[in-house]
C-alpha cells in the first residue's frame, strides 16, 4: 500500500494561525459582550447604553454558534480535518443573521455613523466567506483529511 506524502506550504500554516487568532478574538468579543457588567454599561455614553437593550437573546445565540464554530473551524484546520469547512459554513450562518440584525435592525448607524457601523460586519463576512473558501481549497489539495 503507497501513501502519498503531502508537502503542506508553510502559509497554510500561518494562514491557520491567522484563523485561529481572529477567531479567539471572536470569541473574546462575546464573552465581553454577554457578561458586560452592570456597572460598565453604566459607563458607557447614553447612546451605546441604549444600543445594548436592543439585542434579543436570539442575536446572542447565533453570537455564540458564529464564534464557537469558527474557533472550531480554526482548530480543524491546525489539525487538518475536512470538517474545518463544516464548522466555518456553521459559523457563517450564525454570522449573517447576527449582522444583518446589528446593522438594520438597532440605532448602530445613528450611534457610529455608517462606516464604523457597517466595516466590521463586512470584515467578519469576508473572513469567513474566505475561511469557507479557503478550507475547500486545503481539501482540493488534500492538506485536510
Known sequence: MNQIIVKIPKWFWALAIIALLWNLMGVISFFA?????DE?????????RALYGEYPIWTTIVFAIAVFFGLLGSLGLLLRKKWAKLAFIISLCGIIPQMIHNVFFTKSIEVYGPGQAASMPIMVILFAVFLIWFSNYAIKKNWLN
Open 40 to 48: 460598565a454599561i453604566a459607563q458607557l455614553p447614553e447612546n451605546e
Open 33 to 37: 459582550h454577554t457578561f458586560i457588567t
